[in-house]
């Protein structure tokens, strides 16, 4: 069982910077690739990034390529997602996700409903 932990999220202008934080808690979770995944109001939820195992391969949907980062720290077992340069498209409620025994760009293909566990989400507002 891994439980996740979102925090981070606010209100911000567009332009602006935040990093989002996912705890998780367990003893396995540098078995787990992590991603994030977002949902605005009205929308279906949408994959924004993942990351594998050991770090070493992320993947980003084209919407936030060049401007969102990932990253992880198994050692405190929190991943990361830095956010720059915000857009109002950007808003929305933001969800830590983990899968066992997959890669980076698999999670960016399975989906939400391929996911093993997820936060309750931390929202994200960009003003104009």
């Known amino acids: 069982q891994v439980q996740l932990v979102e925090s981070g999220g606010g209100l911000v202008q567009a332009g602006d910077s935040l990093r989002l934080s996912c705890a998780a808690s367990g003893r396995t979770f540098s078995s787990y690739a992590m991603g994030w995944f977002r949902q605005a109001p009205g929308k279906e939820r949408e994959f924004v990034s993942s990351i594998s195992w050991s770090g070493g391969s992320t993947y980003y949907a084209d919407s936030v390529k060049g401007r969102f980062t990932i990253s992880r720290d198994n050692a405190k077992n929190t991943v990361y997602l830095q956010m720059n340069s915000l857009k109002p498209e950007d808003t929305a409620v933001y969800y830590c996700?983990?899968?066992?025994?997959?890669?980076?760009?698999?999670?960016?293909?399975?989906?939400?409903?391929?996911?093993?566990?997820w936060g309750k989400g931390t929202p994200v507002t960009v003003s104009s």
């Open positions: 996700t983990a899968r066992r025994g997959t890669t980076a760009q698999a999670m960016g293909v399975l989906g939400p409903g391929g996911m093993d566990y």
